[in-house]
């Protein structure tokens, strides 16, 4: 190993710091250092050039030849790079391991390497070979660099390197040839100190021949025998002037040659298409290191397994970052909807999110390995998909609760007030509560895509519970109703049975019946009429006008039972019998004289008042058609009762209450008799 010394100027390896005079853009980085070690600095460096983001645009070259053939100088003239020049007076080899430099104002990535002399490093001859596979593998022009005199010297140092390069080249690209896609090579032959002696031509036909004579002499695998030199290869030659005998002349050239590096629309330019190797520049730290790695290890190269590798290590990166700026964003609405809330507008935006995540992934992964950039982009949208769907579902269910509040709430405004069809309010709030619902899943949905982003199933659900919401309505409201109407009766009973109790002819339970019936009649027209608008079922009307019939007829009763209380029922009585005892058939007070039949007077009254017990004691028409009946068991949903026996309800006394009441009106007519009787004793006595 020779002793590498430091070389004067202050620039930092792995690109940290850096010169300030020539600008960040130039800085220059170690990508191999002289323990064959790989920089890990490589990406940062390149975002550091303004690289990173190029993709196919940017160009790689690199340099070959024998230690200080002014290789480093000529990279420096023509990319404005920094690499280190040997100092003059010390004469050390300066370039080890291998240099990348950004080119000034140019997207090319410049990669100066340690030169192959074998004089300092003859023990390490296989670093050539490696170098030789690493520039191959990346870069579009290699440019090999040499002596005019070193021209025909076939046994050199230069041929054995080029030997190595066809060798590596056929590994590397021998079988992808034919695929045309990355297997070309521009070799830039730059000879110099060229005197001018011997024309450029002449110089040109010699290397010919002798890359010929080497190419012939490769021992190629059989598959490849009839391979040719041009088949990989296209040869450039120039010649550079003496740079110290001509200096001037010398600038001027490689100011001439620069141009063919840096100008797209020079006729000469150098950088064609075709020998990109087609790795994205956001790639390039991953891939070179790769190639080596693999170079190190002497396996063998495969590069369409590295280009592949390159392309799922990118793809997932690529692909992390755009899921996590994508996290970020859903993250933002997961909260909200999670408590319940409906985000307005979240389709569009996690459409927005959606198509943003892979906008970017396909931007940067597109460049990369078709086969993989597709199954990959696959796997990111099913991570996306896993995201947005819950979203999409909690954005849903609580789209179906603030509808379901909304039916309820504009089932209350439409019932308000007297005036309304209940079938039509109920029409109105489920058009508007399904259509908003509708509405709001349509927008939610982030494709079209029913399967995954399906509402149907939840609409259904919402449908469900509308109907039960409708149903109760309609009971509840069915229930008002009946109340309203059985005031009603109350209200239209009241007057009739009071007047018919209180004149208690013989068909006074007829009178009151056919009243009931006809407010009765009048009630469940009522019903119906209300009913119809309910959408009520035939089971619903059948049960609610039978618990009408039932109300009614317990309104009856309950009035009955009013008019025949005790103190009522006995004054009742004893206004019949005073009518009959105290006053003579013109209604005009008696005033008993001794012989007046007191007696007789007395019983005929009492006799015709107590016929009354018997016909106030049960509800009994004379005119059996109109008598009413109720089916007993009758059970009310609606109102909650339990059973019922109708015939008891047709008793208004029982037996013992009948002698009861006879027995207390007995005495207050026998209070009538004496009182009778002593009137006339005082009137005799007057
Ligand atoms: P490298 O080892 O091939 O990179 O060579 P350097 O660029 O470090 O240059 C080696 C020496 O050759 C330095 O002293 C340069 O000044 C000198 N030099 C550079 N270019 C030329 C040239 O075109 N002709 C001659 N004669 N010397 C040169
Ligand atoms: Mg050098």
């Given at each position: 190993?020779?002793?590498?010394?430091?070389?004067?100027?202050?620039?930092?390896?792995?690109?940290?710091?850096?010169?300030?005079?020539?600008?960040?853009?130039?800085?220059?980085?170690?990508?191999?250092?002289?323990?064959?070690?790989?920089?890990?600095?490589?990406?940062?460096?390149?975002?550091?050039?303004?690289?990173?983001d190029?993709?196919?645009?940017?160009?790689?070259?690199?340099?070959?030849?024998?230690?200080?053939t002014?290789?480093?100088?000529?990279?420096?003239?023509?990319?404005?790079?920094?690499?280190?020049?040997?100092?003059?007076?010390?004469?050390?080899?300066?370039?080890?391991?291998?240099?990348?430099c950004?080119?000034?104002?140019?997207?090319?990535?410049?990669?100066?390497?340690?030169?192959?002399?074998?004089?300092?490093r003859?023990?390490?001859?296989?670093?050539?070979?490696?170098?030789a596979?690493?520039?191959?593998?990346s870069?579009?022009?290699?440019?090999?660099?040499?002596?005019?005199?070193?021209?025909?010297?076939?046994?050199?140092?230069?041929?054995?390197?080029?030997?190595?390069?066809?060798?590596?080249?056929?590994g590397?690209?021998?079988?992808?040839?034919?695929?045309?896609?990355?297997?070309?090579?521009?070799?830039?032959?730059v000879?110099?100190?060229?005197?001018?002696?011997?024309?450029?031509?002449?110089?040109?036909?010699?290397?010919?021949?002798?890359?010929?004579?080497?190419w012939?002499?490769?021992?190629?695998?059989?598959?490849?025998?009839?391979?040719?030199?041009?088949?990989y290869?296209?040869l450039?030659?120039?010649?550079?002037?003496?740079?110290?005998?001509?200096?001037d002349?010398?600038?001027?050239?490689?100011?001439?040659?620069?141009?063919?590096?840096?100008?797209?629309?020079?006729?000469?330019?150098?950088?064609?298409?075709?020998?990109?190797?087609?790795?994205p520049a956001d790639?390039?730290?991953?891939?070179?290191e790769?190639?080596?790695?693999?170079?190190?290890?002497?396996?063998?190269?495969?590069?369409?397994?590295?280009?592949?590798?390159?392309?799922?290590?990118?793809?997932?990166?690529?692909?992390?970052?755009?899921?996590?700026?994508?996290?970020?964003?859903?993250?933002?609405?997961?909260?909200?909807?999670?408590?319940?809330?409906?985000?307005?507008?979240?389709?569009?935006?996690?459409?927005?999110?959606?198509?943003?995540?892979?906008?970017?992934?396909?931007?940067?992964?597109?460049?990369?390995?078709?086969?993989?950039?597709?199954?990959?982009?696959?796997?990111?949208?099913?991570?996306?998909?896993?995201?947005?769907?819950?979203?999409?579902?909690?954005?849903?269910?609580?789209l179906?609760?603030?509808?379901?509040?909304?039916?309820?709430?504009?089932?209350?405004?439409?019932?308000?007030?007297?005036?309304?069809?209940?079938?039509?309010?109920?029409?109105?709030?489920?058009?508007?509560?399904?259509?908003?619902?509708?509405?709001?899943?349509?927008?939610?949905?982030?494709?079209?895509?029913?399967?995954?982003?399906?509402?149907?199933?939840?609409?259904?659900?919402?449908?469900?519970?509308?109907?039960?919401?409708?149903?109760?309505?309609?009971?509840?409201?069915?229930?008002?109703?009946?109340?309203?109407?059985?005031?009603?009766?109350?209200k239209?009973?009241?007057?009739?049975?009071?007047?018919?109790?209180?004149?208690?002819?013989?068909?006074?339970?007829?009178?009151?019946?056919?009243?009931?019936?006809?407010?009765?009649?009048?009630?469940?027209?009522?019903?119906?009429?209300?009913?119809?608008?309910?959408d009520?079922?035939?089971e619903?009307?059948?049960?609610?006008?039978?618990?009408?019939?039932?109300?009614a007829?317990?309104?009856?009763?309950?009035?009955?039972?009013?008019?025949?209380?005790?103190?009522v029922?006995?004054?009742?009585?004893?206004?019949?019998?005073?009518?009959?005892?105290?006053?003579?058939?013109?209604?005009?007070?008696?005033?008993?004289?001794?012989?007046?039949?007191?007696?007789?007077?007395?019983?005929?009254?009492?006799?015709q008042?107590?016929?009354?017990?018997?016909?106030?004691?049960?509800?009994?028409?004379?005119?059996?058609?109109?008598?009413?009946?109720?089916?007993?068991?009758?059970?009310?949903?609606?109102?909650g009762?339990?059973?019922?026996?109708?015939?008891?309800?047709?008793?208004?006394?029982?037996?013992?209450?009948?002698?009861?009441l006879?027995?207390?009106?007995?005495?207050?007519?026998?209070?009538?008799?004496?009182?009778?009787?002593?009137?006339?004793?005082?009137?005799?006595?007057?």
């Amino acid at each position: 190993m020779s002793s590498p010394q430091p070389n004067g100027t202050t620039v930092t390896v792995n690109g940290h710091g850096g010169s300030t005079s020539l600008g960040a853009s130039t800085e220059r980085i170690q990508i191999v250092d002289e323990e064959k070690k790989f920089t890990s600095n490589l990406k940062e460096q390149i975002e550091k050039w303004g690289l990173l983001d190029s993709g196919f645009g940017y160009n790689i070259v690199s340099v070959f030849g024998s230690q200080s053939t002014g290789k480093s100088t000529l990279l420096n003239r023509l990319f404005g790079t920094t690499f280190d020049v040997m100092d003059e007076t010390k004469r050390q080899q300066t370039t080890k391991g291998i240099w990348m430099c950004r080119g000034k104002d140019m997207s090319v990535m410049v990669m100066d390497v340690e030169g192959t002399d074998g004089r300092e490093r003859g023990e390490d001859q296989d670093f050539e070979r490696k170098s030789a596979l690493f520039s191959l593998a990346s870069s579009e022009i290699l440019i090999v660099n040499l002596w005019e005199h070193q021209v025909g010297l076939y046994q050199g140092a230069n041929m054995g390197l080029l030997k190595t390069v066809f060798e590596v080249n056929l590994g590397l690209f021998g079988k992808k040839a034919s695929d045309g896609t990355s297997g070309r090579t521009l070799l830039l032959f730059v000879i110099r100190d060229h005197i001018g002696q011997t024309p450029l031509a002449n110089l040109q036909a010699t290397l010919t021949a002798d890359l010929s004579r080497i190419w012939d002499s490769l021992s190629k695998p059989s598959e490849l025998k009839d391979r040719q030199l041009s088949d990989y290869f296209d040869l450039a030659f120039t010649a550079l002037p003496h740079k110290i005998l001509s200096a001037d002349k010398f600038e001027s050239e490689v100011a001439e040659l620069r141009k063919r590096f840096a100008d797209k629309s020079n006729p000469d330019y150098l950088f064609k298409p075709v020998y990109h190797k087609r790795i994205p520049a956001d790639g390039v730290p991953f891939y070179m290191e790769g190639i080596w790695e693999q170079v190190q290890t002497n396996k063998d190269l495969d590069l369409p397994t590295q280009q592949e590798l390159l392309a799922q290590f990118r793809c997932d990166e690529i692909s992390a970052v755009a899921l996590s700026e994508f996290n970020e964003q859903a993250k933002s609405q997961k909260r909200p909807v999670e408590a319940g809330k409906v985000v307005e507008g979240l389709g569009a935006m996690m459409k927005d999110w959606k198509t943003t995540a892979l906008t970017r992934y396909d931007r940067d992964a597109s460049r990369y390995h078709k086969g993989v950039y597709t199954r990959k982009r696959g796997d990111l949208i099913s991570a996306l998909d896993a995201t947005l769907i819950p979203l999409f579902l909690g954005q849903l269910k609580n789209l179906h609760k603030s509808c379901l509040v909304t039916f309820k709430k504009e089932m209350l405004d439409g019932l308000r007030g007297e005036e309304y069809s209940f079938a039509d309010v109920v029409g109105k709030a489920r058009r508007k509560c399904e259509g908003t619902f509708a509405d709001g899943a349509k927008e939610a949905m982030v494709e079209e895509d029913t399967t995954k982003w399906g509402w149907e199933d939840e609409l259904a659900l919402l449908k469900e519970e509308i109907g039960v919401v409708a149903d109760q309505c309609r009971k509840d409201e069915t229930k008002k109703m009946l109340n309203q109407i059985e005031r009603n009766i109350k209200k239209h009973l009241s007057e009739p049975v009071e007047l018919h109790l209180n004149k208690a002819s013989k068909d006074m339970w007829d009178e009151i019946l056919r009243s009931f019936r006809e407010v009765l009649g009048k009630a469940e027209a009522a019903y119906s009429t209300k009913a119809k608008s309910f959408d009520c079922t035939e089971e619903e009307n059948i049960s609610s006008l039978a618990a009408l019939s039932k109300r009614a007829w317990l309104v009856l009763r309950a009035k009955i039972d009013e008019q025949t209380a005790e103190p009522v029922f006995l004054g009742k009585l004893r206004n019949h019998f005073e009518e009959r005892f105290r006053y003579d058939e013109q209604g005009v007070p008696r005033v008993w004289k001794p012989d007046d039949d007191i007696d007789g007077a007395f019983k005929k009254a009492k006799d015709q008042t107590l016929e009354l017990v018997p016909l106030y004691s049960k509800i009994a028409p004379t005119d059996p058609s109109l008598e009413f009946e109720l089916p007993s068991e009758s059970s009310d949903v609606l109102a909650g009762t339990d059973e019922f026996d109708f015939a008891s309800t047709l008793v208004v006394f029982s037996e013992t209450k009948s002698l009861e009441l006879t027995n207390k009106f007995r005495k207050d007519a026998d209070a009538y008799y004496v009182e009778a009787k002593r009137s006339t004793v005082s009137s005799v006595a007057q």
